[in-house]
């Protein structure tokens, strides 16, 4: 059996969505729900934590894609939160790289670097020759 939870915190103008377990076809719409109500509410900047998420299948992938033309449809902001594994890669990110997604999204690695401002995502960074930000403690 899959399991997801989803908890949520506001900082600042950020709502911050904390995704732990497996988000495949049968967990997918909760997060696509709590996507869909945050904006609903007025929260146009959101950050989807999902350092926690074990397992995401192309339904998965499907709702972080789906969340991003969202807020850009009502001029809001999504980060994505995906820490690196001892590989460098963590399971989320590997699945929207294979699948040629990943460079859609801004990537941070933890919650902190998301919510600053002048953050710059993981995925510029390197781009630009510059070595990924320090990892922020929570």
Do not use: K
């Not at 499907?62 to 590989?87: M, Y």
């Not at 998301?114 to 510059?130: C, D, I, K, M, N």
């Amino acid at each position: 059996m899959t399991t997801i939870e989803v908890d949520e915190n506001e900082y600042g103008s950020w709502t911050v969505l904390l995704v732990r377990g497996e988000m495949d076809l049968v967990t997918s719409p909760r997060i696509r729900r709590r996507v869909h109500d945050a904006v609903a509410g007025g929260r146009h900047d959101l950050v989807i934590d999902l350092s926690a998420v074990r397992f995401c299948d192309s339904s998965g992938v499907g709702v972080l894609i789906a969340a991003r033309r969202l807020l850009r449809s009502c001029g809001g902001r999504l980060r994505l939160i995906l820490p690196e594994d001892d590989d460098g890669t963590g399971h989320v990110g590997r699945v929207l790289a294979a699948l040629g997604v990943r460079r859609l999204f801004e990537v941070y690695v933890d919650v902190p670097t998301a919510l600053t401002e002048a953050s710059v995502p993981r995925q510029a960074r390197t781009a630009a020759g510059l070595s990924p930000p320090d990892r922020i403690a929570p």
